[in-house]
């Protein structure tokens, strides 16, 4: 269980580092976040970052601008909060 929390530490750290280029959409952050992942990977990847940015933002880490289909839609630009 430890290491599964510390990846997710690590991963949260490259979410940050995504965003510290500027706000992007989902789309954007998926190749800047997950580098280190087989693209063949990315359909699960972007359902684990959709996660993080959602729990970030519940935190106050991290918000956006809603796309055309509100905030439940996956659109929109995330950036850094803090």
């Given at each position: 269980?430890?290491?599964?929390?510390?990846?997710?530490?690590?991963?949260?750290g490259?979410?940050?580092?995504?965003?510290?280029?500027?706000?992007?959409?989902?789309a954007?952050?998926?190749?800047?976040?997950?580098?280190d992942?087989?693209?063949?990977?990315?359909?699960?990847?972007?359902?684990?970052?959709?996660?993080?940015?959602?729990?970030?933002?519940?935190?106050?880490?991290?918000?956006?601008?809603?796309?055309?289909?509100?905030?439940?839609?996956?659109?929109?630009?995330?950036c850094?909060?803090?």
């Amino acid at each position: 269980m430890a290491q599964l929390i510390e990846h997710r530490r690590w991963r949260e750290g490259l979410v940050m580092g995504a965003l510290r280029a500027g706000p992007a959409t989902l789309a954007e952050l998926l190749p800047r976040a997950y580098a280190d992942a087989p693209e063949a990977q990315w359909r699960w990847a972007r359902r684990s970052l959709l996660a993080q940015l959602l729990a970030m933002e519940k935190r106050g880490e991290v918000g956006r601008e809603a796309g055309a289909g509100g905030r439940g839609d996956e659109s929109g630009n995330w950036c850094l909060l803090a």
